[in-house]
């Protein structure tokens, strides 16, 4: 399996300009999340998905910000309009669905590679 | 608040040295907790993860310890290598609505040779 697919790993764009940013799990995973991490707040969960149904958006900074997943294998990252207090890295993880019926926090997370985003 | 406190910030320790990094929670009610590796440049990677029965867990020449009572739990490198350089986050779960994650800072670990 090629793990968490994220694109564009890297995203320069100017203040105001609508940024995608795009992920694709790991096949069989039912869990995708969304974070951003910044050297002065760290790694912060934005959004989770379970079965393309957004769970807990709690962590969105703001309604510029939003997320969707129209299937399985594809959800993306939106912001419009950016700022530049939006550049970060961005990462999408992905997990199993826990086969003892668990909650999804004992399942391992795999990440992407991220997203660096720049906004000028 | 839940809040996850890791220590120290940063170390520089030669290579096959040991090194041991702290992590202090007040995430309540507990739930498990994980170690994640993050390479400069890279998505981090899950190292162990510890439910509150378990109090020690190892992963390679990383073995994670958690005290429940105290809410503390460490990550020890034995024989460091050049290949362990990279920032360790230690993220806890809360058994509530959502699970919610809490992460800590990270600690920044250079192996020199």
């Known amino acids: 399996d090629a793990g968490v697919i994220q694109s564009p790993r890297h995203e320069v764009t100017e203040m105001g300009q609508e940024v995608t940013l795009r992920c694709k799990p790991i096949s069989g995973h039912d869990y995708l999340f969304w974070y951003r991490q910044t050297m002065m707040r760290g790694l912060e969960l934005l959004i989770y998905f379970n079965n393309n149904v957004p769970i807990d958006d709690s962590g969105m900074p703001e309604d510029r910000f939003s997320a969707k997943m129209p299937n399985a294998s594809f959800s993306t990252l939106k912001i419009q309009p950016s700022e530049p207090r939006d550049s970060a890295v961005y990462f999408c993880a992905s997990s199993l669905v826990p086969g003892t019926g668990g909650h999804p926090s004992t399942d391992t997370q795999y990440f992407g590679p991220g997203t660096r985003l720049t906004v000028l | 608040k839940n809040q996850v406190e890791q220590s120290p910030q940063s170390l520089i320790i030669l290579e096959g040295k040991n090194c041991t990094l702290q992590?202090?929670?007040?995430?309540?009610?507990?739930?498990?907790l994980r170690w994640y590796k993050q390479d400069t440049g890279r998505g981090p990677v899950s190292l162990t993860i510890m439910t509150f029965s378990e109090n020690t867990k190892s992963n390679g020449r990383y073995t994670a310890t958690l005290d429940a009572d105290t809410k503390q739990s460490s990550l020890h490198i034995t024989a460091s290598q050049l290949s362990d350089s990279a920032s360790y986050i230690c993220v806890v779960s809360a058994r509530a609505a959502g699970n919610k994650l809490t992460f800590g800072g990270g600690t920044r670990v250079l192996v020199k040779p």
């Open positions: 992590c202090n929670y007040t995430v309540s009610p507990f739930s498990n």
